[in-house]
């Protein structure tokens, strides 16, 4: 991995008088990565991204982007970041295309009418070019708002939760289009979301936060992939089960009991044993699932429990 | 920043509410003009009846210039209020449309995209009032043709043909503060919240409620209104005194121009170190 | 008129023998004016009033007997009613009766001083006294009182005008009290000027009326006069 740091956040803090949004977060995000940065609703994603692109300014902390202070260097950094925050906001009374021109006019790229033709291609609104945006609907400005942020070719690109409100297919044109940025043009790109499953599958790093500060950070498959597994086991007699585990090896195993299932902590080739030794004593195994523990942990959260 | 401002005149001219106000002026100058085309004899009649038993008058006193002349002293108090439909709007239409977290995540300085946007407002003054001087003035010369320019101070006063034009340039150049100052105050207002409504109707009504008090007949008041910028917005008409009072229009020029950098270092510090949250 | 005129004239030789016949010294100017078929001339108007500020103003007066007067002028002009065309006759429309009142001297030139009462009750004017050069057979000097227009002192030169035509004239005016004009506007803040008690108020003031390149008798068609009668 290329240890560039393109984002470095120090002890970030944001209050809003009472309320802390967020609280002494730390992130790195490194030259090349699709950084997912994940969180329930509410967790202060979108205020840290505020304060990434300078709407917003923080009580405390330091953020640097490719390596400068945002604060001394906001607009030599801001001319190669593109961002999407939140929903995509145009100026309705204008055209997509007076829109891009209007917005890439003042990043400093190109607005050639080839260029911003080439981006509207590229999110496929090049036969809308010249409809006001107040014509279109949720997924095409979604989709525009991708093209104002990539329009000044910027290296970094920040998307706030890009497909919200997309179809199940406008999230796959998303996704692919991310990674597209990502792998054949090697762009560094900050994805935000409260779904851990588009997370998964596009990131290569990632970090969860929640009531504005750090709970886990790594790489993705570090993460995701982690030999051990939370798996639920359903047997007939269950009382008699969980006497024979206790006396078996696998009461290391075992976290906890209810009722209706027993929980172990295991990897994928002890879930087969654990399943073959069960039945060769004789229990009628009813289930069997397996439950990634960040998986679970997020769920936690999302509901609105706690770790 | 000639960028910066190339847009926001796109923003501005592009938007349907800009054209209110011309709207507005296209339709009352033109009712104007065909009212003062049947009675605005009247008028100069009134002014010069005491002179009519012994003179001979000679030549068109109800011409192009009287009307322009009065067209404009009639509009003038009406102009703030389409202003500040623009001069509102500028700032808190991109809170209320979230465009802001577009615009501000430019590589641009928000002290450039304040100023931009003050100065593409006052260009849109500037059309506006040029829109009535074209309408009001220029039209009506060609409908009534030009002469000289009578007025009243107390006395009747008539100016040579020669001796106007510089008059309404001057008067134009004058509105164009006094609206400007109007336009500082809507653009204050609308850096402070994230909807068009609330600057737009409060503008409004500090503007009136100016003129109200400095109308009213009370000591007090008049005591004070020399401290109201609305005060100094009529001097335009002191160039249609003879001679011209420079103290006092120069005196309320400045007033009103430190009224127009006061509002605009106020609305640049707010704006600066607002947090969007839109 | 006529014979009212024989009836003053046997009256006054009665009572004022030695006196000079004031119809005569009028008639003998009025002679000499008739030998003007009609003129052109162009005249400066200078206004000094206290109520009305004017710039100089310009005009063509053309004149063709007995009473065709039509005036142009580029822009806008004043003139005194009694400036578009100075003669005599002006002053003796109508039934009047002449009386020789003295004899002056002013300027080294001896005057007769004649007044001029209208007989009828409906006229404007109510009373004209003229300073008569009877040498020269001009008028020097009127004094006029008007109705509505208060009393006006008329000063003429004629700078040797073999015609008798004047080359300026100066109006003294005090027009009486008079209602000064609201602003119909009625809409600004009251100036200082505006500031004044408004109400009645002395209306005088001067007009001095130069008068140059005459054309005398070029024959100037009557039709000329038809085209566009200016209003008074």
Redesign the interface.
Known sequence: MNLEKIIEVKGLTKNFRKLIAVNNLDLNVYSGDVFGFLGPNGAGKSTTIRMLLSLIKPTAGSIKIFGMSLKENREKILRKVGAIVEKPDFYMYLTAYKNLEILGKISGGDTSYKKIMEMLELVGLSKRAKSKVKTYSHGMKQRLGIAQALLHDPELIILDEPTTGLDPQGMKEIRDLILYLSKTKNKTIFLSSHILREVELIASRMIIINKGSTQVEGTVEELLNSDLMSVSVEVDRMDEAVKIIHESQWHEKLKNVNKKEMQFELSKEEISALNKFLVEKDFAVSAVVPVRSLEDYFLKITEGGDK | MS??I??EL??IY???RTYIGFLAIGVLVPIVQIALYFTGE??VK??T???Q?????????FNGYLIGY?LL??LF?HIPFLIVLVGGDILASEAT?????????????RLKVVTAKYISGIIYVATLLAFLALLSLGISCLVFGT??LIS??????????D?ILWRFAAAYGFALLSMSTVFALAFLFSSMVENAIGPIVASMAVIIILFIL?ALPIDFFKDISPYFFT?HM?QW?GFF??PVDYKDIIESALIMFAHIVGLYLITTYIFI?K???S | MKKFSILFFIVSTLIFAQQKDPNKLLNRIEEKFNKVKDYEVDVLVKLDFEMIKIPESKAKIYFKQPDKIKIDSKGFAMLPKQSTNFSPTQFLKGDFTALYVRSETVDNRKLDVIKIIPNSDSTEVILSTLWIDDAEQLIRKVETTGRRSGTIHIFVDYNGNKFGLPSQIKFEFNLGSIQIPEDPRQQKEKTEDEKRPRGRQQLSGSVIIYYSNYKVNQGIADSFFDEKKEKN
């Open positions: 960028t910066l190339w847009v796109q923003k592009k938007k349907w009247g008028y009134a002014l009846r005491n002179f038993d012994s003179f001979i008058f000679v030549g068109n006193l009065l002293s009639s108090i449309a979230g465009t802001y977290r577009m615009l501000l995540t430019r590589p641009v300085s002469g000289e009243f101070r107390g006395k009747i006063i008539i100016f040579a043909a001796d400095s005060s009529i008409d005194h003879d170190k947090d969007i949250l």
